[in-house]
Nanobody, 126 residues
């Protein structure tokens, strides 16, 4: 059974940093597609970071240069480093995965992923 568990969210001031973690279990890490999404109140869930078909990390324009996705396949962990946080980054952050599949050429949307974590809240305010 595929399980994804996020952690690392919290409340920070503008300009602060957080590191989100996603622990995966129940599937092989040898071939998969994974990404990070967020959903603010009253808004649709949006992709913020992912891995494209060339194995490169890609980002939404709104977070480019501030967020960094990384992974540790041995530990089955996915990370999202959030730097220079802004109030508009406030949202519930989710990791998502699709085992036994590569990623598309661009940032995959919500419909691509069958498995989701429960989310971790990030709040940025002064």
């Amino acid at each position: 059974q595929v399980q994804l568990v996020e952690s690392g969210g919290g409340s920070v001031q503008p300009g602060g940093s957080l590191r989100l973690s996603c622990a995966a279990s129940g599937y092989s890490f040898s071939t998969y597609c994974a990404g990070w999404f967020r959903q603010a109140p009253g808004k649709e869930r949006e992709a913020v970071a992912g891995i494209n078909s060339d194995g490169l990390t890609i980002y939404a324009d709104s977070v480019k240069g501030r967020f960094t996705l990384s992974q540790d396949n041995a530990k089955k962990m996915l990370y999202l480093q959030l730097d220079s946080l802004k109030p508009e980054d406030t949202a519930m952050y989710y990791c998502a995965a699709k085992p036994f599949s590569g990623c598309p050429s661009g940032l995959a949307n919500v419909n691509y992923f069958p498995y989701w974590g429960q989310g971790t809240q990030v709040t940025v305010s002064s």
